[in-house]
């Protein structure tokens, strides 16, 4: 199974652990604001697990010697963001999430899911390409010996496998 080599970077210097950050904190400081009252409670409770649940996610994927592994994390972190989506779209039709404040939560959510998407996609590409040699160069590094490539960040052509 393809291993990552060991001088990759560390999660939160990744764009997409950035995001997932980001939005982590968005959902707890919006998930602080509702007041559902005692019947409802429960929900406040699964959405904090589930941005927590998707963070460590992808922080445990990410660390992991094998890079199929850390696909798994990254699906994992998606799954965790489909409940976050439906917790919020319930909410959003029940009234208690509403306007500006829905409006940013939702357009953070489809950047998050639209990166880690991204994200597992040029992982998965990357693990085809050699699904049993060992990963020789970090996923920051500007070129590999096969010239395969992930990028984290477009703009510095950032993470690549070899």
């Keep these: 199974m393809a291993m990552w080599h060991w001088e990759r970077r560390k999660v939160y210097e ?16 919006v998930c602080r604001a509702l007041d559902l009252g005692r019947d409802k409670e429960w ?17 445990e994927g990410w660390n992991r010697a094998h890079l ?3 696909l798994v994390g990254i699906s994992e972190a998606l799954t965790f963001l489909a409940l976050i989506d439906y917790y919020l779209l ?19 959510l489809s950047e998050l899911q639209d990166e880690l998407a991204s ?12 699904p049993e ?3 020789s160069a970090s996923l920051w590094h500007q070129t590999s010996s096969r010239g395969d490539v992930i990028s ?7 993470l690549f496998v070899c």
């Design 14 to 29: 990744l764009n997409a652990w950035q995001k997932v950050d980001e939005f982590s904190t968005l959902l707890h400081n």
């Design 43 to 59: 929900l406040i409770y699964l959405l904090n697990q589930a941005g927590q649940l998707m963070r460590a996610a992808v922080e």
């Design 68 to 70: 199929a592994e850390c």
């Design 90 to 108: 319930f909410l959003r039709h029940a009234g208690y999430l509403i306007g500006e404040r829905a409006d940013e939560v939702d357009g953070k």
């Design 119 to 130: 994200l597992a996609g040029r992982l998965r590409e990357a693990l085809r390409a050699s």
């Design 133 to 135: 040699d060992s990963l």
């Design 152 to 158: 984290d960040d477009d703009s510095s052509g950032g």
